[in-house]
């Protein structure tokens, strides 16, 4: 089988290393790929938006299974125009992805149905968005309503950081269009835990909880980011959490989409959080999730083609999906000044990192002389996976400090709060 990824980065990488497990696929083609995945599949210079690109790809270049991964192709329409040539995709179409493109979509849906979430109030005018601050409950969270790379969200403790994040997003074009209208919610308080699921729209098979560390620095302080490390399994995700989950949240967000007429098929991430009242959706993504696929997909023992496979055929009810026990820890290593502004083409010394871990790369290029450097604001991802998560930590630190590039950053405290919840539960 030749398959086609869509998309570059770390989160690709993860899932191209895992297709090529299956002895059915004789090749891969990543577009556009990166410097890393140029040793795993052969990349090709189309980006992730250019759809009439991809879709031209495509029709002289015959492939077998697509999986688009990023976020913004799949809202955009990629899977649709795919679809469209006959060719079998894993991901949902356009209609489906609103629930991530668009949180005013999702936080409706979620109201309609009476799924568990943050109250909100949604605004496209950016006067009565900064009126309602004046009186509204503190603290609260301000959404950009469209994709921003998972930067769109700030949680203000003041009425001055409120006021702020809304001229940001509402006046500033801080997040482009896609602050245009604004989501001002409630804040919640409790642990977070990420769940993807795989879905065919009619049944849900939920894989490894995780736990992602959005912030910049070292005990959670700074701006969000697209994610500095995950670890995998999320001690907060319990036996019972996770059952409330299945019966209020999962199951019921498949239904709504079905009696919406946007049937949901792929991969469905549930961003929770495990408040006093139970678990609580705070934000609904259209794919994998980026960093925690780095944890999760090590650690499932099915096949992840034959998986996807089920899914676009919707035949996931007769499919295993198993995981491994033990747990996995990704640690991510960024460059100088991330999220704001960076510096790219920093050469980079992978040391011994490749023979100690999974080295997943996420923004990485070549130089005129063939050189790895850097080439985004989240470089690589090192995963270790253990039968424990003390285990697997320290190896993942372990082979990222064999990593060197000038001005490289990482948080050093990934999986440490998880740790001090499992210290508490026995």
């Known amino acids: 089988m030749k398959i086609l990824v869509v998309g570059g980065g770390g989160r690709e990488h993860a899932i ?13 083609v990543c577009l556009p790929g990166n410097a890393g995945i140029a040793a795993d599949a052969e990349c090709v210079p189309i980006k992730a938006t250019d759809i009439d690109g991809i879709v031209n790809y495509v029709k002289n270049h015959p492939v077998d299974f697509t999986v688009v991964a990023p976020d913004d192709p799949l809202a955009l329409g990629c899977v649709d125009r795919l679809h469209e040539l006959g060719v079998k995709c894993f991901g949902p179409d356009a209609r489906a992805a ?8 999702a936080k409706d849906l979620m109201k309609r149905y009476g799924i568990p979430t943050a109250a909100y109030e949604a605004f496209d005018d950016a006067e009565k968005a900064l009126d309602y ?5 503190i603290p609260v969270v301000v959404k950009a309503d469209g994709l921003a ?5 700030t949680i203000c403790f003041t009425r001055e950081e409120a006021t702020r994040a809304v001229r940001a997003a509402m006046l500033e074009g801080a997040f482009g269009t896609s602050g245009s209208r604004v989501v001002i919610e409630e804040y919640l308080e409790g642990p977070e835990v990420s769940v993807l699921a795989f879905t065919d729209g009619h049944v849900v098979r939920p894989m490894v909880s995780s736990m992602d560390h959005k912030r910049v620095g070292d005990g959670d302080v700074g701006p969000n980011t697209g994610g500095m ?10 036996p019972e959490v996770a059952e409330r989950c299945m019966k209020e949240i999962f199951l019921p967000t498949i239904a709504a989409m079905n009696a919406e007429g ?16 139970g678990p609580k959706v705070i934000e609904y993504n259209c794919r994998f999730g980026d960093p925690e696929t780095q ?4 650690l499932l023992k099915s096949d992840l083609l034959t998986v996807m496979m089920a899914v676009e055929d919707e035949t996931l009810a007769d499919t295993p999906v198993e995981f491994a026990g033990g747990a996995a820890c990704c640690v991510m290593l960024a460059s100088g000044g991330y999220p704001g502004k960076y510096e790219k083409g920093k050469v980079i010394d992978l040391g011994h990192a490749e023979a100690m871990a999974r080295i997943y790369h996420s923004g990485t ?15 690589l991802g090192v995963c270790c996976t253990a039968d424990d998560l003390q285990t697997a930590i320290g190896k993942a630190y372990r082979a990222a400090d064999e990593i060197k590039w000038d001005g490289m950053i990482c948080r050093r405290d990934i999986g440490k709060r998880a740790l001090g919840i499992l210290k508490d539960q026995f």
């Open 16 to 28: 191209i290393k895992q297709l090529k497990q299956n002895p059915a696929v004789e090749s891969i």
């Open 98 to 105: 609103r629930i991530e493109a668009s949180k005013v979509f």
């Open 133 to 137: 601050v004046k009186s509204c409950p």
């Open 149 to 153: 790379l998972g930067k769109g969200v």
């Open 229 to 238: 490390g995950t670890i995998a399994p999320n001690p907060c995700y319990t």
């Open 262 to 277: 946007c049937p949901f098929k792929g991969c469905l991430y549930f961003g929770l959080m495990v408040t006093k009242d």
């Open 295 to 298: 944890v999760v997909l090590p």
């Open 365 to 379: 290029g070549r130089n005129d002389r063939g050189q790895l450097v850097t080439a985004g604001g989240r470089v």
